[in-house]
Nanobody, 120 residues
Framework: QVQLVESGGGLVQPGGSLRLSCAAS????????MGWYRQAPGKQRELVAA???????NYADSVKGRFTISRDNAKNTVYLQMNSLKPEDTAVYYC??????????????WGQGTQVTVSS
């Protein structure tokens, strides 16, 4: 059974920083891309940032220059460093990973979500 466990959300003032972590565990042969999505109340889930197994990154225009995605392949963990946070960054943030379990091809897995609130 594969699990993604997120941590690091919380309440922060505008201009502040937070670091999200997401660790994949269980029976894993290989992990391809990993990423972070977010969903604000009344809005659709959107891609925030993604990173391939080789380290190539992709960001939503709204977070470029403020957020940095990284991963530690040895720990099956992806991180999202969020700086200069704005109230519009408030959302539930979800970790996503394309994982190959034993005897199967790749499938998408999701974390449970972690709340990020940016407010004074």
């Amino acid at each position: 059974q594969v699990q993604l466990v997120e941590s690091g959300g919380g309440l922060v003032q505008p201009g502040g920083s937070l670091r999200l972590s997401c660790a994949a565990s269980g029976s894993i042969v290989s992990i391809n891309a990993m990423g972070w999505y977010r969903q604000a109340p009344g809005k659709q889930r959107e891609l925030v940032a993604a990173i391939t197994s080789g380290g190539t990154t992709n960001y939503a225009d709204s977070v470029k220059g403020r957020f940095t995605i990284s991963r530690d392949n040895a720990k099956n963990t992806v991180y999202l460093q969020m700086n200069s946070l704005k109230p519009e960054d408030t959302a539930v943030y979800y970790c996503n990973a394309r994982i190959q379990p034993p005897g199967s091809w790749y499938s998408d897995y999701w974390g449970q979500g972690t709340q990020v609130t940016v407010s004074s």
